[in-house]
C-alpha cells in the first residue's frame, strides 16, 4: 500500500545538526512532490519545505531558508531533510507529505507520514 | 505572502449536529484550497482539495465550498469519528495553513 515512514527525529542541543529521512512505497516516487511540515507541540501546522521533481525546484519557508535543505533520492525512495543550526522553536513533529503536479499547478497533499518527532533542548 | 484565518477556532457541538467552518484567505486564491483533518497524535488526512473535491473514502457527509478568498467546510450530520482539528491551506502561492478549527464534545 501507498507508505510514507519518517525517521531520524531525536534531541539535539541548540546549534546542532540532524538528518530526517521519509521512505516512500507502494507508488512511483519519482512521480511526485514531496514537503515536509512541522507541528510544535500544542500548536499548528506548519509548512516547511517542498522539493519538486529536481534540485532545481526546492522551496523554504522564511523560519528555516538557509538552515534546512531538502533533498530527495529517488533510486533509494527517499526524502531527506537536513537541519543544521537547529533553535529551540524547530522542535515538533515532522511530516513528510507528498503531492501530485502537472501542468496546472500541485495537488494538495494526499498522503501523509506518522511523523518524527525532533526535540531542541540543552 | 497569504495569510489564512479560520473561525471558530473552537466549536462545541454534538452527534447529528450540522457543522459549519470558515476559512479566509488574505488574498484571492482561487479556488487552490484544501481541508484536512488531524486527530490527536495522527498525521494530517486530507479530506478534500481544490475547494471542493472530495477525496476518495471520505464521507460523503463531508463538503467544501468557496472560492476567491472565502471558503467553507460543511460536516451535515456530525459523527462520532468526527471529533478532531480541522485545517484549512492554500496551495496557490507557497503553502500556508490555516490556525484550526477544533471539533470538540459539547
Known amino acids: 500500500q501507498v507508505q510514507l515512514v519518517e525517521s531520524g527525529g531525536g534531541v539535539v542541543q541548540p546549534g546542532r545538526s540532524l538528518r530526517l529521512s521519509c521512505a516512500a512505497s507502494?507508488?512511483?516516487?519519482?512521480?511526485?512532490?514531496m514537503h515536509w511540515v512541522r507541528q510544535a507541540p500544542g500548536k499548528g501546522l506548519e509548512w516547511v519545505a517542498v522539493?519538486?521533481?529536481?534540485?532545481?525546484?526546492?522551496y523554504y519557508a522564511d523560519s528555516v531558508r538557509g538552515r534546512f535543505t531538502i533533498s530527495r533520492d529517488n533510486s533509494k525512495n527517499t526524502l531527506y531533510l537536513q537541519m543544521d543550526s537547529l533553535r529551540a522553536e524547530d522542535t515538533g513533529d515532522y511530516y513528510c507529505?507528498?503531492?501530485?503536479?502537472?501542468?496546472?499547478?500541485?495537488?494538495?497533499?494526499?498522503?501523509w507520514g506518522h511523523g518524527t518527532t525532533v526535540t531542541v533542548s540543552s | 505572502d497569504i495569510q489564512m484565518t479560520q473561525s471558530p477556532s473552537t466549536l462545541a457541538t454534538s452527534v447529528g449536529d450540522r457543522v459549519t467552518i470558515t476559512c479566509r484567505a488574505s488574498q484571492d486564491i482561487s479556488t487552490w484550497l484544501a481541508w484536512y483533518q488531524q486527530k490527536p497524535g495522527k498525521a494530517p488526512k486530507l479530506l478534500i482539495s481544490k475547494a471542493s473535491t472530495l477525496e476518495g473514502g471520505v464521507p460523503s457527509r463531508f463538503s467544501g465550498s468557496g472560492s476567491g478568498t472565502e471558503f467553507t467546510l460543511t460536516i451535515s450530520s456530525l459523527q462520532p469519528d468526527d471529533f478532531a482539528i480541522y485545517y484549512c491551506q492554500q496551495y496557490i502561492n507557497s503553502w500556508t495553513f490555516g490556525p484550526g478549527t477544533k471539533v470538540e464534545i459539547k
Open positions: 507529505a507528498r503531492f501530485y503536479y502537472d501542468d496546472n499547478g500541485p495537488f494538495a497533499m494526499d498522503v
Open positions: 507502494g507508488f512511483t516516487f519519482s512521480d511526485y512532490g
Open positions: 522539493m519538486w521533481f529536481d534540485a532545481d525546484h526546492r
